[in-house]
């Protein structure tokens, strides 16, 4: 059973600085491109950062290029995400997704449950 | 404001049919696949469509999904309670080189 675990959200002031982390298991963790997905409360779903299967290319939204870096560790079958500077507006439920098979951008055929980030102003 | 634009809310009775709009431009749309997703109250999404109009496995025929031009629209068809949620169109925008949703639809049976 594929399963994703997203750890690492909690409150922090502004400015400051957080890094998630998504555990894998149930599949090939290293065949996958990975992604995260950020949805402020009562608000719809952003996109924030996609990596690939080796790492060694990386996409970033507008809204957090520069401050975020998300990075993979295949060894341990563990997605991250580093965030910088964090603003009140970084609040959101942060989740992370495997690509399908498809390889292609918004085929997520698994998500993890989120992990709430709060940034305090 | 979203690059893909959805309809705020759809609603009808159970047993009948709603669809749900996405559109947008040449960049996005028109020129990529796109997928649709479940969000159900306090869940994460889930997968409904891909490429415009497949099915993941689990996802029952009730759903479908078309594309024309520059707009998708999901159909759910035998409307049940089970479906009220938060649904979303997502595609890639080679314009903007980044992915993009649209602003979500919540589905209200009656």
């Known amino acids: 059973e594929v399963q994703l675990l997203e750890s690492g959200g909690r409150l922090v002031q502004r400015g400051e600085s957080l890094r998630l982390s998504c555990a894998a298991s149930g599949f090939t963790f290293s065949s996958y491109a990975m992604t995260w997905v950020r949805q402020s409360p009562g608000k719809g779903l952003e996109w924030v950062s996609s990596?690939?299967?080796?790492?060694?290319?990386?996409h970033y939204g507008d809204s957090v290029k520069g401050r975020f870096t998300v990075s993979r560790d295949n060894s341990k079958n563990t997605l991250y995400l580093q965030m910088n500077s964090l603003r009140a507006e970084d609040t959101a439920i942060y989740y992370c997704a495997k690509y399908a098979d498809t390889g292609r951008w918004a085929d997520f055929d698994y998500w993890g449950q989120g992990t709430l980030v709060t940034v305090s102003s | 404001q979203s690059v893909l634009t959805q309809p705020p809310s759809v609603s009808a009775a159970p047993g009948q049919k709603v669809t749900i709009s996405c559109s947008g431009s040449s960049s996005n749309i028109g020129n990529n696949y796109v997928s649709w997703y479940q969000q159900l109250p306090g869940t994460a999404p889930k997968l409904l469509m891909y490429?415009?109009?497949k099915r993941p496995s689990g996802i029952p025929d009730r759903f479908s999904g078309s594309k024309s031009g520059t707009s998708v629209t999901l159909g759910i068809t035998g409307l049940q309670t089970g479906d009220e949620a938060d649904y979303y169109c997502?595609?890639?925008?080679?314009?903007?080189?980044?992915?993009?949703f649209g602003g979500g639809t919540k589905v209200t049976v009656l």
């Open positions: 997502g595609t890639w925008d080679s314009s903007l080189s980044a992915g993009v």
């Open positions: 990596i690939t299967i080796s790492g060694d290319k990386t």
């Open positions: 490429e415009n109009n």
